[in-house]
């Protein structure tokens, strides 16, 4: 893949990043943790889509389509992930 492919690449997931944290808000944080599941899933999903012959939206050397995907799902698992909370140890033994 040349350098092209791969800035385009990382500057449409950085959009995907960028554009479900305007959508969902919070802080600075979860900015960069948007971003780096973006980032996965972009790049997940157009390397399964190469490992298995899918092309959908192809761009250059860029296979848009499952990498869109991709980062799709890896960003709504990763914000559901992150709204569980842990309960303390003192705040169990203190309800009892």
Same mark, same amino acid.
């Given at each position: 893949?040349?350098?092209?492919?791969?800035?385009?690449?990382?500057?449409?997931?950085?959009?995907?990043?960028?554009?479900?944290?305007?959508?969902?808000?919070?802080?600075?944080?979860? =900015? @960069?943790?948007?971003? /780096?599941?973006?980032?996965?899933?972009?790049?997940? !999903?157009? %390397? &399964?889509?190469?490992?298995?012959?899918?092309?959908?939206?192809?761009?250059?050397?860029?296979? =848009? @389509?499952?990498?869109? /995907?991709?980062?799709?799902?890896?960003?709504?698992? !990763?914000? %559901? &992930?992150?709204?569980?909370?842990?309960?303390?140890?003192?705040?169990?033994?203190?309800?009892?």
């Amino acid at each position: 893949m040349i350098l092209q492919s791969v800035l385009l690449g990382m500057v449409i997931a950085t959009f995907y990043g960028a554009l479900f944290h305007f959508w969902r808000g919070g802080s600075l944080i979860r =900015l @960069g943790l948007y971003l /780096i599941f973006a980032w996965i899933g972009f790049w997940g !999903g157009h %390397w &399964l889509a190469g490992l298995i012959g899918w092309e959908f939206i192809p761009v250059g050397q860029l296979n =848009l @389509g499952p990498a869109t /995907i991709g980062s799709m799902v890896i960003l709504a698992i !990763g914000y %559901w &992930l992150s709204l569980v909370q842990v309960e303390s140890e003192h705040n169990s033994h203190t309800k009892r």
